[in-house]
């Protein structure tokens, strides 16, 4: 058996592989590894819209009580506010029942520490391996030492007000058309811009436990981009299942990515002496071109491996207060402790309205080289041995050879989903795609035999 934890959490297909008695064990676990032997310590639960959120939740916060925590649970927010609602109510530790940008069958359990921080790998495999001990000397309290639950629904709200506090701009005369993907940010997003006086076209943001996701959000953008054009708006907005990332469309209906926006935000915080240290972090995922603009824009660009928790680590270890990736996780330090997709519109917005340039403009401050992205799919139990094939060892070292001198070769096994990703980068988009697909197909046929 693999490690429990993937890049955000434990992640599977709800009641198949994230079962109601694995939520309830990470439930226990988790409240006596981040408790840190506290009597009745708090834990503050969120989730997206998927419907499989009621049993999981239930059952992470039976085991959170059973072994004497006490749960606040709060509904449907998205991630981030977890994230800052855990630090400023000192709450022992929070978590998210969330899938991400991942369709409406899998779901996922992720935890904060009280400080609003992803865990480090270290705590994850002590959650583990005191799950695997069968919650070895853990006293199982009775009587009035069990824990209870509280019920708090109006905490979006504080979310809410201190987004619109950190970025404090006047969106008047500002069309918005913002897809909330039917997720966790379908009321927040849409009353943050609305307060801020925007415009706002909402779509897909009307969920039903099992449309999150579906042909929309920031992994769908067809749609937003073609709205985009028809309602003659500004930009367009793109969040994912659990709003912790973002990315956006121009007013001629073009996408712009997350290093696009990170490059767009930090050249302006650089501009402003607001960007510490003149960094941005980002990881090994990022374009090319988004080191060319770090390099002609005299920002220091630092890189980590794949994982927002990875940049968040770096972010602090160095003092930095800007990183992200090109997916759209982006995080401001200043503001909040995770990725957070309605932040990141906010910073975007202010970037718009004080330059007074269209996003179009504002893109070309770097180059996106060409990049092939295909995902192959594998059994999840194999995705971290691809190498010990020779077949495919053997595939990946031509095609870094070939691509040496002109671009790049990245192989990775996806942190979240039964998923190798193949990455190109090169001058030639259509030698880098077919390239990209004969790898991704010989990896998948290789791996299912």
């Known amino acids: 058996m693999g490690r429990m934890f993937g890049t955000d959490g434990v992640r599977g297909v709800a009641n198949l592989e994230l079962t109601p008695a694995l939520a309830m064990k990470l439930g226990q676990a988790g409240a006596c590894v981040l408790s840190k032997a506290k009597k009745n310590p708090t834990i503050l639960v969120g989730c997206d819209t998927r419907i499989s959120k009621d049993m999981l939740a239930n059952a992470l916060m039976a085991g959170a009580c059973s072994v004497g925590a006490n749960c606040v649970y709060v509904g449907v927010v998205p991630t981030p506010a977890i994230a800052y609602l855990t630090r400023k109510h ?35 495999d002590e959650i583990e391996a005191l799950i695997k ?14 824990g209870r639950v509280e019920y708090n629904y109006d905490a979006k709200d504080e979310y809410i007000e201190h987004s619109v506090e950190q970025v ?6 500002l069309k918005i058309v913002a897809d909330t993907a039917e997720g966790a940010s379908y ?58 990332r973002l ?48 390099e002609r824009e005299s920002i220091n660009v630092e890189k980590t491996k794949v994982g927002d928790r990875y940049v968040l680590e770096k972010m602090k270890e160095c003092g930095y207060n800007l990183g992200g990736e090109q997916s759209g996780h982006i995080i401001f330090l200043d503001g909040n402790t995770t990725g957070d997709g309605l932040l990141s519109a906010l910073h975007l917005l202010e970037v718009v309205v004080k330059t007074k340039k269209p996003l179009s403009e504002l893109s070309k401050v770097m180059q996106v080289l ?38 790049r070769v990245l192989i990775r096994p996806s942190g979240t989903e039964p998923l190798i990703r193949v990455m190109i980068e090169g001058n030639d988009k259509n030698l880098i795609e ?16």
Do not use: W
Request: hydrophobic share 40%; proline share 3%.
């Open 90 to 124: 000192h709450y022992d530790a929070g978590v998210v029942i969330s899938a991400s940008h991942n369709p409406v069958e899998f779901n996922g359990i992720k935890f904060f520490d009280s400080e609003g921080y992803k865990l480090p790998d270290s705590l994850e």
């Open 187 to 244: 009321i927040t997003s849409i009353e943050a811009l609305k307060k801020l006086g925007a415009n706002v076209v909402a779509i897909h943001n009307n969920p039903d436990g099992t449309n999150i996701n579906a042909k929309c959000g920031s992994t769908h953008m067809e749609e937003l981009m073609e709205r985009v054009v028809a309602e003659k708006a500004d930009l367009g907005l793109a969040f994912d299942g659990d709003a912790d």
């Open 168 to 173: 404090n701009i006047d969106l008047s005369g």
């Open 133 to 146: 001990s069968d919650m070895e000397g853990i006293d199982f309290p009775t009587g009035t030492d069990i």
């Open 434 to 449: 077919e390239e990209a697909k004969k790898l991704a197909e010989l990896i998948q046929t290789v791996m299912n035999k």
């Open 370 to 407: 060409p990049q092939a992205l295909v995902g192959a799919k594998v059994p999840n139990a194999k995705k971290d041995s691809y190498l010990e094939f020779p077949e495919i060892k053997e595939a990946i070292e031509e095609l870094e050879k070939k691509f040496a001198n002109t671009g």
């Open 247 to 294: 990315l956006a469309v121009d007013e001629n209906g073009k996408r712009v990515d997350g290093d696009q926006i990170m490059a767009i935000i930090g050249t302006y915080l650089k501009s402003q002496g607001k960007l510490k240290k003149d960094t941005i972090v980002v990881t090994v995922m990022s374009n090319l071109g988004f080191f060319q603009m770090g």
